[in-house]
């Protein structure tokens, strides 16, 4: 072991992509990770660059100026620096972790302002956050430096209920906005599972998702407009609450840019009207191919769901026993749906919905009679990833998409790697949009389980691109899926995204070591328990 | 032919064949772009050959604009250069459909009605029910960016695009997006593309979201004698629990520009337009036929319509609406061809203030006394053209006047105007993209990353992209 | 091994042989002895986040530090020895309102509540809080509540400084203000002229047939200053068909101490109340102060699996019953008025989140005939009485109670319903210091109120 670790140093400290290369071969050889794809021999070192700009801003210390400059400015309240608070702001959903330097929390645009001119002017990373909700670890400053949280930039500026727009500090939880529209019969309709907790300025960032995206889209395409403060200390304004605004769609660019082109300052939304009838509906199946294929019927007879989820039998009984919902524990695969709209309209889609699960012998639909059986069952689905909790000392939800047609072959190859490594995978999806989310549950004291985890959790993800998918649907890439970022990308494609980054972000002070495979290199590559911060990922500090 | 000119033809030839290179100026009069005329015209075979071309066109620094039917290539600013037309409808293929994932990869070359054709099939459809949809390519239609009255109900391209594959500036292979209906995976690049109008990169391959076929649907007329009551139906339709597929207000003018002959000659046959009380205002929409949906919606927006105090209002069935909608649809190479010298503002403002906008755009264009038809859709988007009866100078000024007061008056409002359709010899007096904005120096940075040494429809863009 | 950092664990050769918490090992927990929060427990938070906008305090102050998923995580610091048990930790913790919202939301299914009372008697007894403090401390936790005969000669004393005119009289001199005391006095229980000390150990019969025989409750504080609230408790009781019974050996249900940290004390008084009321063949144990019940329904958590105190908690637990929940499991039978009033209903936290009774309460509300209910925004949160919170983080306290008086005012109620005597004192205080105006009220006193003749 000792001899890996110091071949591992000495080749950091030769940087770049070949070295890399040569780390993750070790690695493999050790068995320390598995790296899927990402040291094909033929890659160019287009992250010499990038790691020579990490180490410099990493080289650069919380000095003590700095902290005066930020109290000076924000006022002693709003800047946190020592050790026992900043532990606290290591982690966010994810299973990543990283200690900033200081947090600092500013009210308004101007603030942010400042900020990011000290930053700019001591060299410090600075790093974006909401309510730390996220999975991917976007709001963890990977490198240290500056965290901007926006939880006390919470305030509504303007509901514009004739219009349907609201704007928003970035600070505003989810669903606190639709709570406080809801009067006017209107709610902002992406519903990320955070959704009582994370902030509208995360799901910007994030590009965030939900179940009920199906039909309403996610969070791009419900943004008219934002105000940003670039790295460089410029304030932009982006779009309008007026539609189609002249030039290239920057808005559209930044939305899901995972903090690293601007801190977000002001978002202008547009709200959705709330629909006159929801009916929910569960349906229970024998088999898996039953489901999926009723999901592909539903589609083919012209029906959106305004959601459309799946569990799978391993879920349903982990629910079961929790909710007591009355799911019965021999079954394959149960079926959320919801269709909404006008009442007229959703009567005869839920019957005709409820025609398609029998035809493909559901074993039981059931139909919610009012809101209150709604909730009850979505509490089934709600409930899932705690479920896995009660379970297993740790789980790790994985975050892969696939086209919808490809859904059973998808589950099946899941059953393979899960006998494979021995582990229990159990599966929720976002069925409707092939939006999949394995449970691979794992004792995070058992080491070779845990690196066994990362690899089950990897050859889902690199079988999700085989199929024609993509490898994050709505967590993100962050600093979880950086390195599989290649699976899906070429060189080319990364290298032109990076250079947009550039065009906002040239220093790569803002949120550095996320997305691209270009953050690898600081350091020794070590696989940690997850209590340690750890990651189910390789992970270099 | 000059001496470059040649060269050129003969180094295109070399990439994709000399039958696919065009420099005879009678044929490439067909590529001609604001009285601009190329030097040669390719039509590439591949991906390869395109990049290849670009590739070349960047190291002679020549100007190059993709284009695919050529429909909208009368948008933009005029052109910096022109030296080579990339005529992309050689790349006509569907890479792959899905039907039962709802996807779609296509060649940018593809005439949406032949992809219509194959869609239906399948009873799907991709909701780009877009001007010049008769010839229009899918690549051009994303490129130009222009929208459909179906917008209403299923947004715009920037909606349903997943992701795409083009060639940049320097002739590179790139993509973004994927071909699944969610995916957060690197940055939207794709996004930047939609109306880009071909100054960022050659689009290569779409991948679209496709939509369950429409049943049968209806089409909703009612006749306002004041703006106003268009609008308050308008208020009253967006808060009702209807799902509207189209939603537009047409000005008195639209309504007897879109009921008259030119309009006829694009979509012929008895449309609920042509029984229209003429000099009103007009309220448009279409909405899906469902069982007993069908009566609410029906009773729901003649009740609504009264509340706003229609003087007439009608419902018509399956036979009259394709024609209405087509109508509506080409409203702008109908107006196109209703004057000498059309003038196309399109304003966009908050819904609640088109009322003001509308007012003042009536008032400005009466006392220039130029004729005017405005299409005004539901979610505040407004065609507004001015029909001028000669193209001559005086109709220039008085045009030219109107716009400013528009272009201010939007921008007042902080809405957005910009003039996408304008006779070529005018266009360098307007403001084509609207009044300068602060991001414009961001889109210039993009454009320089995209294409640094700047061949790609040099000038045409806003900001001078 | 060659890493020098704690955290980097490679090998794969020694994998399997670390046990959790693994890095703790070279490193001593900051926790020792039995009540301590185990692994088990605060491993379950996965720090998903859910939580956040569910505390009080995090919504107050948007830091980690005072956040449920912050104070896990500084639990499971403690435990693994990377943060040492002094101010910063004690200071968080004491701030935790331990209203247990976020336990409501939790989809891991943490027991927060059951964390932070661990975590304060591992403060109670590995922290030297400053002299003052520990001397209060003591005198309330272990000298006072317990002794209900302490708590009524304590309570005359209060009553004489109520009534004689010294409390006119130290307000107007300023001198609760040269105190500190100011903003406390206001919050301060008024205290009953008729203590509840007679009705111990006595039988009230049915006023129907009879359909139920409970034992009820009585509390210790409630004792001399919410005697009212439990006449009426009884009243409403039998008129709904109950033989009630209020057996005499039964003390101070612990919860304040628990709370607190003084996990001796508590459970000293949990196997006093499990002995006072296990003969009796009660269908029920009722209580009306929320904070006690959920405190009486947990009381196994006081005692290890293998204690035979254990199962004799859980046992008790299984027969207590809120007022609330009780009554509305019975039906309401007893015929009532109409009193015409708008009100609003606050849930008490350890009934909503403790005890997950959100319904019930609300039911019986409406069950009232003239009685109109408006839902306030954000019922579900603490009004910041949080048992002896508003005395010992009173600035807080009072920010949360301004919070809540805003949302009150939003519903134009003329009464705030609640379920548990803390609250009505802080609502009260809320009422008087915002000039609401509002009436507060507990469920069974509305319920009273429609029961009672005219004029009565």
Sequence with gaps: ?541 | MTLVASSTATRLADISGSLNVIHDPEQLAAYEIDRMLPAAAVKPGSRDEISEVVKFCAAEKLAVVPCGARSNLSMGAPLARYDVALDLTRLDHILAYDPGDLTLSVEPGIPLQRLAGVLAGHRQFLPLAVPFLNRATVGGTIAAGVHSPLRQAYGTARDFLLGLEFITGQGAHAKSGGLVVKNVAGYDLHKLMIGAMGTLGVITKLNFRTFPALSATRVFTASFTSAENALSLRQRAVQSPLRLLTMDILSPGAVEVLAGQVAARFEAGPAPVDRLPPGKWAFHATFPTAGTATARYERELKHMAEESGCDWCEICGDDRNPASFGRLREFVPIVLESSPATVVVKMSVRPSKLGGILASVADVAQKNDVRWAAAVGGLGVSYFSLLPSARDEQARLSVEKICEKVLADCARLSGNATIPWCPSEWKSSMKIWGPERADFEQMRKLKNVFDPVGILAPGRFAGGI | MSSTSSEAHTDGGNAGRQTAPSAAQSKRSGFSGADKPEYADYSRCVHCGLCLNHCPTYRLWHEEADSPRGRIRQIALVDEGKLALAESFVEHIDRCLDCRACETVCPSGVEYGKLVEFARAQIETNYRRPIASRVIRDLVYRQLLPFPRRISIAARALRLYQRSGLAPLARRTGILRLLGLRERERLLPKIDSDFFFNELGRLYPAHTARRARVAFFAGCVALVTFSELNRATIRVLQANGCEVVVPESQRCCGALAAHAGVRDVARELARANIAAFTDGHFDAIVTNAAGCGSTLKEYAHFFPADDPNHARAQKFAATVRDVSEFLDDLGLVAPMRPVPLRVTYQDSCHLAHGQKVREAPRTLIRAVPGVELVEMPLADQCCGSAGVYNVTQTKASLELLALKMDSVRQTKAQAIVTANPGCILQLRAGSAIHGTGQEVLHVVELLDRALAPQGW
């Design chain 1, 1 to 541: 072991m000792k001899f890996a670790a110091q071949r591992l140093n000495r080749i950091h400290h030769g940087a770049g992509f070949a070295a890399l290369h040569a780390a993750l071969a070790i690695c493999r050889e050790r068995r320390i990770v598995w790296l899927p794809l990402v040291d094909a021999p033929e890659r160019r070192d287009y992250s010499a660059e990038g790691y020579s700009r990490i180490k410099a801003i990493c080289a650069a210390k919380m000095n003590a100026k700095l902290l005066h400059d930020l109290k000076e400015l924000l006022g002693p309240d709003a800047v946190l620096h020592r050790p026992e608070e900043l532990m606290l702001y290591e982690y966010d959903g994810s299973v990543e972790t990283a200690r900033p330097d200081c947090v600092v929390f500013p009210r308004t645009t101007a603030d942010v302002e400042g900020i990011v001119r000290l930053a700019q002017q001591h060299k410090a990373p600075l790093v974006g956050r909401g309510a730390g909700t996220g999975l991917s670890g976007g709001a963890i400053a990977r490198h240290g430096g500056i965290v901007t949280s926006f939880a006390r930039m919470n305030r509504i500026l303007e509901i514009d209920a004739e219009n349907q727009i609201a704007r928003v500090q970035p600070g505003v939880v989810n669903s606190d906005l639709s709570a406080a529209v809801a009067h006017l019969g209107l709610h902002f309709a992406p519903d990320p599972s955070s959704q009582k907790a994370c902030t509208i300025g995360g799901n910007v960032s994030e590009n965030s998702g939900g179940p009920h995206t199906l039909a309403y889209g996610v969070t791009t395409n419900h943004v008219l407009a934002l105000e940003v403060v670039l790295p460089t200390g410029e304030l932009l304004h982006l779009g309008n609450s007026a539609l189609d605004s002249p030039g290239y769609d920057l808005t559209g660019l930044f939305v899901g840019s995972e903090g690293t082109f601007g801190l977000v300052t002001e978002i202008t939304v547009k709200l959705t009207r709330l629909p006159e009838a929801v009916k929910t509906l569960l349906a229970i199946f024998d088999t898996i191919d039953d489901a999926t294929e009723t999901v592909a019927e539903i589609t083919a007879r012209g029906i959106t769901p305004a959601a459309c989820e799946m569990l799978d039998g391993w879920t349903i009984r982990a629910v079961e026993d929790y909710v007591h919902a009355g799911f019965p524990l021999d079954c394959a695969a149960i079926l959320l749906i919801d269709v909404d709209g006008l009442r007229e309209v959703t009567e005869v889609e839920a019957a005709e919905v409820e025609d398609v699960c029998r035809v493909h012998r559901a074993r039981e639909v059931r139909v919610a009679r009012d809101a209150r059986e709604r909730d009850l069952l979505w509490k089934g689905r709600k409930n899932a990833f705690g479920a896995a909790g009660r379970v297993s000392p740790s789980y790790y939800t994985q975050d892969g998409v696939i086209p919808r047609t490809k859904l059973p072959a998808t589950l099946r190859r899941i059953g393979e790697i899960s006998r494979k490594y021995n582990l229990q995978i159990g599966n929720v999806f976002h069925a409707g949009d092939g939006n999949l989310h394995p449970i691979i549950l794992f004792d995070e004291r058992n080491q070779q389980q845990f690196r066994d985890t990362v690899a089950a959790a990897d050859e889902i993800i690199a079988f999700c691109v085989q199929a024609g998918g993509s490898i994050t649907g709505e967590h993100g890439v962050g600093m979880e899926k950086d390195r599989l970022m290649p699976l899906i990308f070429s060189e080319a494609d990364l290298s032109l995204m990076q250079s947009v980054r550039g065009i906002f972000n040239p220093e790569g002070l803002l949120n550095p070591g996320k997305i691209f495979p270009d953050s690898k290199g600081c350091g020794e590559i070590y696989a940690r328990p997850r209590r340690e911060g750890a990651a189910p990922s390789a992970r270099q500090s």
